[in-house]
């Protein structure tokens, strides 16, 4: 990873080393490249990339992480986008899978690749499109990204909330609008805004 202040001259950043570098036996331990970086909520981050447990059968594979220097972990042993089936005009090689940003607030992103029927050569490659139904979403829980606690909440204080819901299955929506309240404690402000947008949940301050 490297980083600049004027996208002329850049750095290495973590000293030079790798932030994500697979074992052998791993689904992707040949060969990895084409790094696309995203931050798809505050602070959490992913990483499209083309990925290979043999000599150019590239497929798209996905790491997310909530730093972007360390703690990168890949989802699933098997590609998010892979290649196509027998006989298809990308069952050679997927590679250079991209999203564009305004992507990140859709319900179904859609993002475009680069394929071959052929894993020797890039003879008769051709653009692919393909969508995932929030499937980045869907596939991280809690236990993926962590949980957040707040202490040393203060009395007379301005306090603004964004609430997002999640079923059985981890599956989440989108946050919802910014809301805040002021209140003579803490929890009184916390109640106060749950009710002026119509949420019963239980929640906690430290």
């Not at 029927?117 to 809690?142: E, H, K, Q, V, Y």
């Not at 002026?196 to 949940?201: D, H, P, R």
Request: glycine content about 10%; hydrophobic content about 35%; aromatic content about 14%.
């Amino acid at each position: 990873m490297m980083w600049s202040v004027d996208w002329v001259t850049w750095y290495a950043v973590n000293a030079g080393t790798t932030i994500y570098n697979p074992s052998d036996g791993e689904p992707d331990d040949f060969g990895q490249a084409n790094p696309s970086l995203y931050e798809i909520d505050d602070g959490k981050y992913i990483i499209f990339y083309n990925g290979e447990p043999a000599a150019n059968l590239w497929e798209e594979y996905c790491i997310y992480s909530t730093s972007l220097i360390s703690g990168w972990t890949r989802w699933n042993d098997s590609p998010f986008c892979p290649r196509g089936a027998g006989g298809q005009w990308d069952d050679g090689r997927l590679e250079g899978f991209r999203i564009t940003m305004d992507e990140i607030a859709k319900d179904t992103w859609q993002g475009w690749y680069f394929g071959t029927p052929s894993t020797a050569s890039i003879d008769s490659a051709a653009i692919g499109r393909a969508t995932l139904s929030d499937t980045i979403r869907t596939w991280l829980t809690a236990t993926d990204w962590g949980t957040e606690t707040f202490t040393g909440l203060t009395t007379d204080t301005e306090y603004c909330f964004e609430v997002t819901a999640r079923n059985a299955d981890e599956v989440g929506t989108y946050f919802g609008t910014v809301a805040c309240e002021t209140a003579s404690s803490p929890v009184e402000a916390v109640m106060m805004f749950l009710r002026s947008i119509g949420v019963g949940i239980g929640i906690g301050i430290h």
